[in-house]
């Protein structure tokens, strides 16, 4: 444990993405999952950047997964908001409990 | 203990806590504040691994975007100050095994993984060499993928503007609804109206 390897990269992207999935379960407010959701990607992200620091220096194409999916994640949280505002109009929350008027 | 694990360790709690934190404030505006610490955190890291162009993309598209995207949809569906309904325990309970389990066994996978180090010439990860090879259409080039995110942004553009945009119905077409209210609504209609029944009669 004398360096920095790629162990202690890992570790905290799995902490990381394992608090984003218990956010994801508990949270009941739609603000709050997308907010998780962002945390399970930026482990992911945490991941590929230190395989590619790691183990394949030759390459680039871990920083290239890396920024698509960081566009990928500014296009979903841009069009979850769109929804979000749009379900906040006719329903007057965002709880995802209170939000079930297309179920039955 | 050099200066630089210190500085990884501090990356580190700064990332965990502000997750954690974000993920358990009853308080939603503090929670994306914490999750902006969180997301400044990953930033570092990426700065203590010499990918500076990554941290850079971080702190714009993440910090900078989609956090004050957050900020400003809490800020129109929250009256602030409120607190958030408190999670059942035993749905709590069971997504806090489920995601401490869950870490135990991918550690433990992790730690028994053999990873092979590739022992090539590095690539300087400068935007330079980013840029000319994400762009460069021979065999390891990812223009292709390059140009169908740019397809997707705009889909997803035009998609938010679609859905959040808030239709104006043209006054003539509220019209007639609202004269049959008014004929609920006041005496004077009233009377209309069962003079109206009357003749019926």
């Given at each position: 444990?004398?360096d ?25 407010n739609l ?10 990607l930026?482990?992911?992200?945490i ?30 949280a ?25 179920k039955? | ?22 993920v ?32 850079a ?40 095994l ?20 590739s ?83």
């Amino acid at each position: 444990m004398n360096d920095i390897g790629l162990l202690h990269f890992l570790f905290v992207s799995c902490a990381l993405f394992f608090i984003g999935v218990y956010g994801f379960l508990t949270r009941r407010n739609l603000i709050t999952m997308l907010m998780s959701v962002e945390l399970i990607l930026n482990s992911v992200n945490i991941n590929f950047v230190a395989f590619n620091k790691y183990l394949y220096v030759d390459k680039l194409d871990g920083l290239f997964f890396t920024i698509f999916i960081i566009t990928i994640a500014a296009a979903e949280a841009a069009v979850a908001i769109a929804i979000i505002i749009n379900l906040y109009r006719n329903h007057k929350t965002i709880d995802v409990e209170e939000a079930d008027s297309m179920k039955f | 203990m050099s200066a630089s694990i210190i500085i990884f360790y501090i990356l580190a709690a700064t990332i965990i806590g502000g997750a954690i934190m974000a993920v358990t404030s009853l308080k939603i505006f503090r929670s994306a504040v914490f999750l902006l610490f969180s997301l400044i955190g990953i930033a570092g890291l990426y700065f203590y691994m010499d990918y500076e162009f990554i941290g850079a993309v971080q702190v714009v598209v993440y910090v900078g975007g989609i956090v004050v995207l957050i900020i400003f949809s809490i800020f129109l569906t929250h009256g602030s100050g409120e607190d958030m309904k408190r999670p059942h325990l035993l749905r709590a309970a069971f997504s806090a095994l489920a995601a401490i389990f869950g870490c135990m066994l991918t550690m433990y996978f992790i730690m028994n993984q053999i990873f092979v180090v590739s022992n090539k010439a590095a690539v300087e990860p400068n935007a330079g060499n980013i840029g000319a090879q994400m762009l460069s259409t021979t065999e390891h080039g990812y223009i292709l993928p390059f140009e169908v995110v740019s397809m997707l942004l705009l889909a997803a553009m035009i998609g938010c503007i679609v859905i959040a945009i808030k239709v104006k119905v043209p006054a003539h077409e509220i019209l007639p609804e609202k004269g049959e209210d008014e004929l609920i609504a006041t005496p004077d209609n009233l009377k209309i109206e069962g003079a109206a029944g009357n003749e019926a009669l």
